[in-house]
Every structure is written in C-alpha cells, then in structure tokens.
C-alpha cells in the first residue's frame, strides 16, 4: 500500500513539474528514425501522424520535448540506430541483437496480431506447417513472432514497405505475405486489392520505445516510462487506441 502511495505522489509531482515547466527533465529535441508504416506511423507529408506518433506526442508535450521525424525504410531506422544518427525508434520489437545497442525503455504499443494475406486459395494458411513451400513477403529487417523469425526452412522474400510486398504478391513472386493487422487493412483499403484473410494467425506482442544506446536521451529513460503511466492515467492512451481501432480494424 505504501509503494502504491509513493508510485501515486511520485506521478502527481511530475505532472506538476511537466506542467510547471522546471528544469526537471531538460527540453531536448529528439530525433525518431521511422519507416512510414500507416497507421502507426504516418511519416510522409509535413505534419507526421499515425496511432504510435500520437502516442509519442502525447509523451514529448509533458516533457518539454519536441521531435524531429527521419523517415527511411524500416531496416534503414535499425541501421541509423545502431550508428546513432537517430536517438530512438517506435514500435521495434525487442530481439537479443538488437538489445546490443538499443535499450527498450517503454512497451508503449499496444499488441497487433500478424496475418497471412493471399490471392489464390491454393496460398490461404490454415496451420503453420501450410507456411512450408510457400514463398512469404516479408518486411526488409522486421521481426514478427520467434518461431517464424528463427525458422530457416521457410522461404522468405523482404521487400522494403508492405506495398511493395502486396504488388509482389499480385503479380505472384509471393504467395503470402506476413503483415501486422492494422498495417494490412489501412494498405489494404488503400490500394483497393481483393485479398483474402487466413483464418491462421499469430497473437502480437507489445512493441517499445526503444533508445539508441549511444544517445544522450537514454539517460531520461525513466522520465520516458513516467510520462507514458501518466498518458495512460489520464485515460487518453486508450482513447487514441480505441480511436485508430474503431477506423481500421475489422
């Protein structure tokens, strides 16, 4: 009951220290190296945007902080990580290699299932085992469930953004493609293709803030963690969910 007391005090003085401006946490200006992935993160155009973006924003305004957007593909961001010409990223999923120089500081994002599209019926994946002899899209550098990630009987082919793979997969070099729920509708919907949905998939998991370990932003990790339990106190975590939920999802 004490620790909860101390947890709730402790919350309350850094919303009034976030609201009172005080030199607590400094203000910085961050850079996110990002893919442009709608609807997590919607990068191209002036004013980024997207469910995971929102999420930051509400993060950066009770730190002070402001944040400038790099968009290059997905494994590009991993790359400009790992040299540290970017501070952080949103959504990476935590693996061994990449813990050895990104430190995950927040599970800010919420779980997103990882669904198996395709054209032909001969491709729809019912069982794991169907993935076998199946040429499967997938996005250059992203992760999306152990067993899938680490099985090298399965045929693979990368592709830099989930277009593409869905182009691929039209004009059938892929059979299947692996794609995160709300990606998959969002481009779906966008290019207007009839592709069908397998009843296999796997369950997501919770995707982080994940801080370059070379950059000075590392070292507010904690105030990080801070303002996203307040964000999420204040009840406008899962409005921003249930809002971008209530627009895309099936």
Do not use: C
Not at 73 to 87: A, H, I, N, S, T
Not at 180 to 196: A, S
């Amino acid at each position: 009951m004490r620790l909860l007391m101390a947890a709730m005090l402790a919350a309350i003085a850094f919303s009034a220290a976030a609201q009172q401006g005080t030199e607590t946490v400094r203000a910085l200006t961050v850079t996110v190296g990002a893919n442009h992935a709608p609807p997590y993160r919607i990068i191209q155009g002036s004013s980024p945007s997207g469910l995971y973006v929102e999420i930051f924003k509400e993060i950066t305004d009770r730190l002070g902080w402001k944040a400038h957007y790099r968009e290059v593909p997905f494994r590009r961001v991993l790359k400009l990580v790992q040299q540290g010409e970017v501070d952080l990223m949103l959504g990476a999923r935590e693996t061994p290699e990449r813990e050895k120089y990104m430190a995950f500081v927040a599970p800010a994002f919420p779980a997103d299932r990882r669904l198996f599209l395709y054209f032909d019926e001969a491709n729809r994946i019912e069982r794991y085992s169907d993935l076998y002899g199946k040429t499967i899209g997938v996005l250059e550098g992203s992760t999306y469930f152990r067993r899938f990630d680490s099985d090298e009987q399965l045929r693979k082919e990368p592709a830099p953004r989930y277009e593409n793979l869905m182009w691929m997969m039209e004009r059938g070099r892929v059979d299947v493609v692996v794609v995160p729920e709300l990606i998959g509708i969002y481009t779906l919907g966008k290019l207007g293709m009839p592709v069908n949905v397998s009843p296999f998939f796997m369950p997501g998991e919770r995707s982080w803030i994940a801080v370059a370990k070379t950059s000075p932003v590392l070292e507010y990790a904690d105030d990080i963690r801070a303002a996203l339990k307040l964000v999420k106190t204040e009840g406008i975590y899962e409005d921003l969910v249930l809002k971008y939920m209530d627009q895309y999802a099936q």
